[in-house]
């Protein structure tokens, strides 16, 4: 894929994007389990680095995610750098602190356009201390 740097954030695939990664962390915040796997490409290639655990294809991810505890999910994005290049491929990167944390959490995504929508490729959570 060679992309130009006139590709390089066009408005409307970062708007695009903005808008499924504000889904993505509303449904995050309120564990709306069903978005979240709707978000995350069912697929075995698909991969999580979680702050405790390594998730390996889709099915892992979803079944992380249903065993998770939906306490002290709430958070603030302290930074955050959406990069889109082209019109199918992006990456998001946000730096956050949980409520009632003075731990700090990275976390980053990469996106891919599919035939079924923007879908997350692959992700990384991790915290200081």
Partial sequence: MTVSMNEINLPDVLA???AVFDAYERALTTND?????????E????LRYGATENLYGYAAIQAFRQGRPANNL???ITARSVT????DFA?????FRRTGSTRIGRQSQTWVR??????????HVSLTG
């Fill in 114 to 123: 599919l035939p079924e929508g923007w879908k997350v490729v692959a992700a």
């Fill in 74 to 76: 709430e958070r603030e």
């Fill in 84 to 87: 889109t290049f082209g019109r």
């Fill in 91 to 95: 990456v998001a990167n946000v730096e």
């Fill in 16 to 18: 695009e994007v903005n």
């Fill in 33 to 41: 389990v069903p978005v979240l796997d709707r978000l995350f490409w």
């Fill in 43 to 46: 697929s075995e290639h698909t």
